[in-house]
């Protein structure tokens, strides 16, 4: 699994689990919190009121080993 990319502006720069640091889950957090912002911002506009947010992700999760191509 990628490690992910955490930007220097995240406040949260790790995420622990089971008393390990994960870059993955620490990548998800500073994402969620740039995410947060960016919807803050626009909750804040003038133009909010008829506006439609669309949250989209692409995720393999476990399609390589449902597709057999797994190692």
Request: proline share 4%; hydrophobic share 30%; aromatic share 8%.
């Amino acid at each position: 699994m990628p490690d992910g990319f955490i930007s220097r502006t995240c406040q949260r720069k790790s995420y622990d689990m089971d008393g390990k640091k994960n870059l993955s889950f620490s990548a998800v957090s500073c994402s969620q919190e740039h995410i947060a912002a960016l919807i803050e911002k626009i909750k804040a506009s003038p133009w909010f009121k008829n506006t439609v947010i669309v949250v989209s992700s692409e995720s393999p999760g476990n399609e390589k080993q449902r597709l057999g191509l797994s190692e």
